[in-house]
């Protein structure tokens, strides 16, 4: 992700002056200056504060203002959302500590700040990656195996049609995946799994890696009760793109999303048991990534492969 420098707020500014008394005694310079950089791309704004002379910065991230494709939700829904799964999830695994969050400055969740490599910048250079990927795997089963509940199967199909509506699919096509997605909900094919708590958005941009550990940010897509093989998909369906369209070759991913489903089963048993479902969930990244407005060639290329993903298990 890219910094911009946009403003520097001084005392007197009402968000900068609540910043402060937010964070009480770990600013020992309530007169300081907080110099403010936008952060990009993300899906709605989000800003770095960085206090001077205090050496550290938070992050605020503004519901109210959204700048990616959905443009049209309940913003304190999806505050308190994000602001409540990362507390749930900072009991198992190393997350942005949240901090607060506030409606009437623009639906804002406030978290401390990370500084290190996103898994995306391995992923780009092919450097050390089996060693992160192992630590996000184990990131992952240590966030579902510690949030253990019902799985709630029927929503991960209505997440599936929802995608399904944001790629705005012709009649030809949405009746292809309609036929698909019946077949997989008339075999019964995701059950067997206890529900988690899910990252819900896991992209290689949202894993960072600093001084041997991992933390998982951005949990606004973050869900209780859901399928755990969701996470694995998407990232595989991530990973296997970044080749397809930086190398023209998706194959190169396999070796890595193997070793990143080795690392997260508990045996070779569980192995099988996650790769018999993790088309379904693949399928699903895949649309993620086609509704984001490629190349019409590259986009029937993404539907294609959720397809044949989908295909797969139930031929």
Not at 101 to 121: E, M, P, Q, W
Request: net charge positive; with cysteine.
């Amino acid at each position: 992700m890219a910094e911009q420098y946009v403003n520097t707020l001084k005392p007197g500014d009402p968000f900068r002056d609540w910043l402060v008394e937010v964070l009480g005694d770990r600013v020992h310079n309530p007169a300081c200056r907080v110099r403010v950089y936008r952060i990009s791309p993300a899906s709605h704004t989000v800003c770095r504060y960085a206090f001077s002379g205090e050496k550290f910065s938070v992050v605020g991230k503004f519901f109210g203002e959204p700048t990616g494709v959905m443009r049209h939700y309940n913003e304190e829904k999806a505050m308190r959302n994000e602001y409540q799964r990362l507390k749930q999830a900072s009991m198992v695994i190393h997350v942005p500590r949240p901090i607060t969050c506030r409606g009437n400055f623009h639906n804002v969740v406030i978290t401390d700040y990370i500084k290190g490599v996103a898994l995306r910048k391995y992923l780009r250079h092919e450097h050390h990656l089996y060693d992160r990927l192992s630590s996000v795997a184990a990131l992952l089963r240590r966030l579902h195996d510690g949030t253990r509940g019902p799985c709630n199967i029927q929503r991960e199909f209505g997440q599936f049609h929802k995608v399904l509506d944001q790629n705005r699919l012709d009649a030809d096509q949405r009746e292809q995946f309609n036929h698909l997605l019946g077949g997989w909900w008339d075999a019964g094919l995701l059950h067997g799994f206890h529900g988690s708590l899910i990252h819900g958005d896991a992209t290689p941009a949202n894993y960072i890696h600093v001084d041997g550990k991992v933390y998982a940010i951005d949990f606004e897509n973050g869900l209780r009760n859901a399928h755990p093989i969701h996470d694995l998909g998407v990232l595989s369906a991530e990973m296997k793109h970044f080749f397809a369209s930086r190398f023209d070759d998706g194959e190169r991913s396999e070796p890595y999303i193997g070793h990143l489903l080795w690392r997260y089963s508990r045996g070779e048993d569980d192995f099988y048991k996650i790769t018999d479902v993790l088309p379904f969930f693949i399928a699903f990244g895949y649309m993620r990534i086609a509704r984001l407005g490629w190349a019409p060639s590259h986009r029937e290329y993404l539907i294609g492969e959720a397809k044949a993903c989908l295909r797969s298990r139930l031929t």
